[in-house]
């Protein structure tokens, strides 16, 4: 800019105009020499405005206070990178000059694409309790996703995910890649992820708490379990039925109904996370496979049940070919590249449940009553399906109904499939209608007692996860933190603080002569001495934010922040004095209580382990009971 306006003014300089002013008159030639000036200044103010680089558009995304999940769709920018050859830096390139765009209408599914695309986001974490973040991409089936994370300082963090990386190595054994943020508090950090698939590019990325991202698992679980128990329920009725009455209508409806479970348990990303968790291979050939052998189940069944062979030869005829066309898509996907293969198979799923239902429709024309029911479930399934496939294709937005199409569709097509086939039967055997109806009103019955409890026990069972989790955090006699939880969080405490300009101090406390109280009045009342110990711990601990936890046996710890050695004394000989000050009642008794403690403070920015602090308080708790037990010694080093 500086060089720019230079030139100008040598410009200026230069020019006859400005050296030279006719003899004019005075006056006259002045006002022609400021307006010359005037003209050259207004020159150079726009020749500063052109060469002022641009404000950058893109929004920081600040994860505020109370806040504990962020769909990222309405924030994040996008870059298609067609020949998938650009690195991290000319994408971190790109997205400084403003080269990353908006997801289009908001919508984070682009159909079947090749190349790269780059995902950029700023982030600024305003919550200084939660700096671990869970970045989520809600759709299962990407080959390969790159996070790339930067701070401030220019450092980059690099994680992977997808399935073609062993799903081992995600941050948390869930079916959607995930990855850990660390974000601290007050630091601009920059999010890019790299996708790269052959699969239908669908990227919905959303943060979470750990916190938040349990009760999305929890939520999920039961969604999922919902409909898998469904399926399963309808597998095992039909099963009885086939077994009872040796009707090929409902094997074929058995077959129809697990290879579609299976295709819906890969989609979902199940199939990678407990059949395959290793083979990329797998992840990528299941999908054809599974929705080729679905549909070659649906296209048996129809013809089964409408009887195509003896009502419809010519129809009869067209359904074997549709089957015989599946058997060899689901062979060629052995060797056809995924990318190839998932869209010819996701768009047979249309063209096969279009044939069944034009073929329900001859034979509902034709007089075939039990077609009725057949089309309306048939119809729901196209709905469904159509749905997913065009969402997988890009032509949908994703929301709550195109992204469970398929289950919602597919639910209530088997659902009604099975009322079809009992329908169907108790035509063709009228004199066995009241059996055929009541076994349906029992299990239909059953289904609706079972889905009952399974509600009520997932309930429970979160409650009860809940209440688990944290008493697995206490001490069951005195009610602070064990041994193992004070442990993570004081690392957690010692990270947190770094930078603070406050120390942390460690107070190793132990009772005098507990042995002696055990011995002379019994276990109880050496537990009710260390219930009322730990209780006076905690008044004085909790006035400064301290963390207490029982280190083991008559032995207690304290974790707090102060400003120095002197103030950590301060603390250590108030708590010393609450448990002197008055003895314990226990039944007709009165106990009296010393403590002996050792304190270490550590200044955070030194970066000591948690396991040397410790050790030091050790040491010094040991030189207070050698001094004669009932004070307050410090360390005499300096981690």
Excluded at 146 to 158: I, T
Excluded at 549 to 554: D, H, I, N, S, V
Aim: aromatic content about 10%; proline content about 4%.
């Amino acid at each position: 800019m500086r060089r720019r306006r230079l030139c100008i003014r040598g410009l200026c300089a230069a020019s006859p105009a400005c050296t030279r002013i006719p003899a004019m008159g005075t006056g006259y030639a002045l006002r022609m020499h400021g307006a010359r000036r005037l003209a050259s200044w207004l020159l150079m103010l726009a020749a500063c405005l052109c060469v002022l680089p641009a404000a950058a558009t893109e929004p920081t995304l600040r994860l505020g206070a109370g806040e504990s999940s962020f769909p990222l769709a309405g924030t994040v920018r996008y870059w298609h990178d067609t020949s998938a050859t650009a690195t991290p830096e000319q994408a971190f390139a790109r997205a400084h000059a403003d080269g990353f765009a908006p997801l289009p209408g908001g919508n984070p599914a682009f159909g079947f694409q090749t190349g790269a695309y780059w995902f950029h986001l700023p982030v600024e974490n305003l919550q200084r309790d939660e700096p671990l973040w869970i970045l989520v991409q809600e759709y299962a089936l990407s080959d390969k996703l790159d996070l790339y994370l930067r701070n401030p300082d220019g450092h980059v963090e690099h994680s992977a995910g997808g399935d073609h990386v062993p799903f081992a190595d995600r941050f948390i054994r869930y079916r959607h890649p995930n990855f850990r943020l660390d974000l601290p508090a007050g630091q601009r950090m920059e999010l890019l992820l790299r996708v790269q698939s052959e699969s239908s590019m669908q990227v919905p990325l959303a943060l979470y708490t750990p916190k938040a991202f349990a009760e999305v698992l929890r939520d999920a679980q039961f969604s999922n379990g919902l409909y898998y128990g469904i399926v399963l329920a309808l597998l095992c009725y039909n099963l009885v039925l086939w077994l009872m009455l040796r009707d090929a209508s409902y094997f074929w409806y058995l077959l129809h109904t697990g290879a579609f479970g299976l295709v819906l348990f890969t989609l979902n990303g199940y199939g990678f996370e407990y059949l395959w968790p290793t083979s990329a291979w797998l992840a990528d050939a299941s999908i054809p496979l599974s929705i080729c052998l679905a549909l070659i189940g649906m296209q048996l069944f129809a013809r089964s049940f409408l009887d195509l062979r003896t009502r419809w030869p010519v129809g009869d005829k067209v359904c074997l070919g549709v089957v015989a066309f599946f058997a060899m898509l689901g062979v060629a996907a052995t060797w056809l590249p995924y990318s190839i293969a998932t869209p010819i198979a996701s768009r047979a799923v249309l063209l096969g449940v279009a044939w069944i239902i034009i073929a329900t429709v001859v034979m509902l024309r034709r007089g075939y009553q039990p077609a009725r029911l057949f089309l309306l479930a048939w119809s729901l399934f196209l709905s469904g399906t159509a749905a997913f496939t065009l969402l997988a294709f890009g032509v949908l937005p994703q929301n709550f109904w195109t992204q469970n199409g398929v289950q919602i569709g597919s639910a209530l097509e088997l659902l009604l499939l099975s009322l079809a086939l009992g329908k169907r039967y108790a035509s063709l055997r009228e004199e066995n209608i009241r059996i055929v109806q009541e076994t349906n009103e029992k299990l239909e019955r059953g289904l609706i007692d079972r889905t009952r409890e399974l509600r009520t026990t997932m309930a429970k069972l979160g409650e009860a996860n809940v209440k688990l989790q944290e008493y697995s955090r206490r001490d069951p006699l005195t009610g602070t933190y064990n041994r193992r939880h004070f442990r993570e969080e004081f690392a957690q405490m010692l990270e947190s603080r770094k930078g603070s300009g406050r120390q942390i101090a460690l107070l190793l406390l132990d009772l005098d002569l507990f042995k002696r109280i055990n011995d002379s009045h019994g276990h109880p009342a050496g537990d009710s001495c260390l219930v009322e110990a730990a209780r006076r711990i905690e008044e004085v601990a909790a006035q400064r934010g301290g963390l207490v936890a029982r280190f083991g046996g008559e032995e207690f710890v304290v974790a707090l922040s102060c400003r120095d050695a002197q103030d950590a004394l301060q603390v250590a000989e108030a708590i010393r004095l609450r448990i002197q000050q008055d003895p314990v009642r226990h039944e007709a008794l009165a106990i009296r209580l010393s403590v002996s403690i050792g304190i270490h403070t550590v200044d955070t920015e030194r970066g000591s382990s948690a396991e040397e602090i410790i050790r030091i308080a050790d040491e010094a708790l040991y030189r207070a009971k050698d001094d004669g037990r009932n004070c307050v010694r410090h360390s005499l080093t300096t981690a």
